[in-house]
């Protein structure tokens, strides 16, 4: 089945994604048996409004503002021969796992209700950004980068607040965001942002504008509705877990069942994992799976359920930072950054 929507042009079938208004969250269990990266036809999708349809012949990505000693043109094949990177960076929506506000702690955030699927880890590739403001002159009083869409002006609640734009301090900026235009090893695919996109690592995923026509050099500090109105003080990601299970999830009794999952943190690595099918009265270290990698943990452990009927899986992870999974996250006004442990429901079948 092949489910309609009017703002993404990629294929949405419902094994793969579960839609909300416009925008496309992977399912979890679309991700068994993928490799370490999230493929194109399942990552998931956020729009503000529609995918726009940008034409890279014509395109070009403007520096400019006076941050910078000049201003500069770049198009598409110009950036495309600049020297590139590619990296593997885990993109996720500030709002992901928003519906375990609701449901495990009813505490409902108004806002889409994502389960854990509106995240993914792709190899991108593109060029630095520090490339870019070196070519153009940062000047030394630089302070914000702006970074605009093409897609169509936003309107919100009958205010047309215009595109989607959202500026990112110098000092990131300089670090280790990307100006990417490759996604797995394919050009990026339109929903994605083609032709260029930035990719900013660890932050929520409105600071990777997609789609980007602009980027603007302050001397102050600048604002929008994307720093301020929508996502106030929202830099980097906390720390989640996730089966890669149906949402329940069934499994026969009296078997060994190797259960796989992906772990991941915007502070940075994530170290060690933790599973426990009683609640949380035991833990048992999940076993990594593949080399240790820049993103996501993927990770597995054995389970044989012994009872007929419900259960709940519990997964928890600890980054590099020290940051784990509590089994509740403070109450949040937009249902951002929630980490706490999510309840896994299985129901367990006679074999
Ligand atoms: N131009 C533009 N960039 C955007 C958005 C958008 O609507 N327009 N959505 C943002 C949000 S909220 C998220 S979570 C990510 C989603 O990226 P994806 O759709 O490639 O998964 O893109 C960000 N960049
Ligand atoms: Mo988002």
Not at 62 to 87: C, K
Request: glycine share 10%; with cysteine.
């Amino acid at each position: 089945m092949r489910l309609a929507t009017e703002s993404i042009v990629k294929p949405l079938p419902s094994h793969l994604f579960t839609l909300h208004d416009g925008n496309a969250e992977t399912r979890w269990e679309a991700m068994a048996g993928q490799g370490y990266h999230t493929p194109n036809d399942r990552f998931f999708v956020r729009n503000h409004t529609a995918t726009p349809r940008v034409d890279a012949a014509t395109w070009r990505l403007l520096l400019h503002g006076p941050g910078l000693r000049r201003a500069v043109e770049v198009g598409y094949r110009q950036l495309r021969a600049m020297p590139a990177r590619s990296v593997d960076v885990t993109l996720e929506c500030a709002g992901n796992a928003r519906r375990f506000y609701d449901i495990q702690q009813h505490e409902p955030a108004p806002g889409i209700q994502w389960g854990l699927g509106a995240v993914g880890v792709a190899r991108w590739r593109g060029v630095l950004l520090r490339d870019l403001l070196t070519m153009a002159g940062l000047r030394d009083g630089a302070v914000d980068v702006l970074a605009t869409g093409l897609d169509a002006p936003y309107v919100h609640e009958g205010e047309n607040l215009g595109h989607v734009r959202r500026p990112i301090p110098v000092r990131k900026a300089l670090d280790d965001v990307l100006v990417a235009y490759e996604m797995n090893g394919e050009p990026l695919p339109v929903d994605h942002g083609f032709p260029a996109r930035l990719i900013v690592p660890g932050w929520a995923g409105i600071a990777s504008v997609k789609w980007l026509g602009d980027l603007e050099v302050s001397t102050t500090e600048l604002f929008t509705p994307w720093n301020t109105l929508f996502y106030p003080g929202v830099t980097t990601m906390t720390v989640k877990s996730a089966f890669e299970l149906p949402w329940p999830a069934v499994l026969e009794a009296g078997r060994r069942h190797v259960l796989r999952g992906r772990s991941w943190s915007g502070n940075g690595r994530v170290g060690h994992v933790e599973v426990s099918a009683d609640n949380g009265a035991t833990w048992h270290p999940a076993e990594r799976r593949g080399p240790r990698r820049e993103a996501w943990l993927t990770w597995s452990v054995a389970w044989t359920p012994r009872q007929v009927g419900p259960h709940v899986l519990l997964a928890r992870a600890l980054d590099e930072t020290g940051a784990g999974q509590p089994p509740r996250t403070a109450r949040h006004p937009f249902g951002y950054h929630f980490d706490a442990v999510v309840r896994h429901p299985i129901t367990v079948t006679r074999g």
